[in-house]
């Protein structure tokens, strides 16, 4: 049997099975698990890179368990897994997860490697909480990205005299510039509201565009303020990556 299986039994005192996926690389067969009940994938294999080290890694499971329910699809999310990665010691290689360990730290190291298996494997639960503030860097993501036949420009005071009034996102165009704000709360939406109405008393030519975060769960008062004084709404920032750019080049034509 290969060392690697002997060094990690002793670093597991025995509590551990094994069950070989290819050559060199074995399962470790333990009872932690995922929260739907399906064991964690960790695998063991010697280092490449440090002699008489052991590799744990994953073979690209975790995040091909991630995908099912939750997409890395913005750079502000690929920023935080990268966070994940640094704060538990843990390296990526096309997919792939993993941690090298000493052999007389292996158990200490499985479990490290485990802790950031559940963390990553939890981001799907930000799309009710923490995805929230994700909103805005991934608009300024999409509008940096998407639309930069536009010119954008972040954080303008079209009136001099009135700074606290910013557009989010100020875009060229031949006609009129569109000013662009994204509303994730009911604060936001007062705040573009305000703004675009002042805008309109001071004669500034611009067309309005409003993206939601998600227009049906702000209060109605709130979306109908806004509905009053912008051209164009985007219901969702999915609505807007999705035809936004169509939307805007024909309203710029």
């Known amino acids: 049997m290969s060392s690697v299986i002997e060094m990690v039994k002793r670093g597991f005192e025995g509590q551990v099975d094994f069950y070989q996926r290819r050559e060199g690389i074995w399962q470790l067969v333990f009872p932690v698990f995922h929260e739907d009940g399906d064991m964690i994938d960790v695998f063991v294999c010697s280092s490449p890179e440090k002699n008489g080290w052991i590799r744990i890694r994953d073979m690209g499971l975790t995040l091909m368990r991630l995908s099912y329910v939750f997409e890395i699809n913005t750079s502000a999310k690929e920023r935080i897994l990268e966070a994940l990665l640094t704060q538990n010691g843990v390296m990526a290689d096309e997919g792939e997860f993993y941690l090298d360990s000493p052999p007389d730290m292996v158990f200490q190291s499985v479990m490290q490697f485990v802790g950031l298996v559940q963390k990553v494997c939890n981001m799907r639960l930000w799309q009710k909480d923490t995805i929230k503030s994700l909103f805005y860097e991934e608009l300024e993501c999409f ?20 700074p606290v009034l910013e557009v989010d996102y100020v875009l060229e165009a031949e006609r009129k510039p569109f000013f662009l704000y994204g509303v994730g709360s009911q604060d936001k939406a007062k ?30 008062k709130a979306s109908t303020y806004l509905t009053r004084n912008a051209d164009k709404q985007f219901t969702s920032l999915s609505d807007f990556r999705s035809s936004g750019l169509q939307v805007l080049q024909r309203l710029a034509a």
């Open 143 to 162: 509008v940096f990205e998407s639309l930069e036949q536009f010119k954008p420009r972040k954080d303008v005071v079209p009136l001099e005299n009135y």
């Open 191 to 220: 705040t573009a509201a305000i703004g675009l109405l002042e805008f309109q008393k001071a004669q500034i030519p611009f067309v309005g565009v409003i993206v939601y975060e998600d227009m049906e769960r702000l209060p109605k």
